[in-house]
């Protein structure tokens, strides 16, 4: 009998560091991944401050969709198209609260974000949270989807 608790032991440790063992590659591979994506967030806001829509262009899948925060949707030509035009000036554009999940070939991205500069001649000022996907496609990390909605200021 204590021959089998120990066999039963040593197969249950065993168990488990083969699974661990296993599973290891996999985690930084994940936090890798969470990593890249989050460092691809904070360059696409580099790029966009600078109204460089062939950068963004280069971060987005082919199939990209986004929504505005006024409801707007749009499809990567038009998403590049406003993010190039001179009447939007913005000066910073800056994600906090940033989390990441991984999920095989895909990374959601939350947080929020702030946004200073001048729009059609106006200076604005605009705070807001944002989901975007990032899909794993032939290698590269590409955004399928951003979606954001204002944040209402609260007077105080």
């Not at 991984?102 to 949270?129: C, F, L, M, N, W």
Request: proline content about 3%.
């Amino acid at each position: 009998m204590q021959v089998r608790k120990t066999l039963l032991w040593f197969f249950s440790i065993c168990l488990a560091a083969i699974l661990l063992l296993g599973f290891a590659p996999d985690t930084n591979k994940t936090e890798s991944n969470k990593t890249r994506v989050l460092a691809l967030e904070n360059s696409w806001n580099e790029a966009e401050k600078h109204n460089d829509s062939h950068a963004i262009d280069a971060l987005l899948s082919p199939s990209f969709a986004y929504t505005d925060s006024d409801g707007t949707f749009m499809n990567k030509q038009q998403f590049l198209a406003s993010v190039s035009t001179l009447t939007y000036q913005p000066d910073q554009i800056v994600n906090e609260n940033m989390n990441a999940w991984a999920h095989d070939s895909a990374v959601i991205v939350t947080g929020t974000y702030r946004e200073k500069g001048i729009q059609k001649g106006k200076p604005y000022t605009r705070r807001g949270r944002f989901t975007d996907t990032w899909v794993e496609e032939s290698g590269s990390w590409l955004c399928a989807a951003s979606q954001e909605t204002l944040i209402k200021e609260t007077v105080k």
